[in-house]
């Protein structure tokens, strides 16, 4: 990946954080933690994906189609936002790596303590 998309994949991705926590008013995102983990821009800059993850969100699903819906809004006031002349097209996407790594932490957790009650 060249630079050039590196720093707009991170701009896109400090940004798009800022809009969904400040501007998104939908009361299917309140009352938890979105965050973006990641952009990445195609080389020609018509596309990115977004990568989301989302804790204390009751239906993340509904979520996530709430976020896709406002894609356009999101993108318009990047585009304000950043000095780009194209601004890619966004799609969001559930990152459920933090989960995962949460449900691993606390299965290796509980075998420690089994492992600890048998030979303790």
Do not use: C, H, Q
Request: net charge positive; hydrophobic share 40%.
């Amino acid at each position: 990946m060249n630079s050039k998309i590196a720093r707009i994949n991170s701009e896109i991705e400090k940004r798009t954080a800022e809009i969904i926590s400040n501007r998104l008013s939908d009361p299917r995102l309140s009352g938890g933690l979105i965050s973006v983990t990641a952009a990445k821009t195609t080389f020609d800059l018509k596309y990115a994906k977004v990568y989301v993850s989302m804790l204390n969100i009751a239906d993340t699903k509904e979520a996530l189609k709430v976020i896709n819906n406002a894609a356009g809004f999101i993108r318009n006031e990047l585009k304000s936002a950043m000095d780009i002349r194209n601004m890619p097209e966004l799609t969001f996407y559930l990152d459920t790596s933090i989960e995962y790594g949460m449900k691993i932490d606390k299965l290796l957790k509980d075998i420690k303590e089994k492992d600890e009650k048998n030979n303790g």
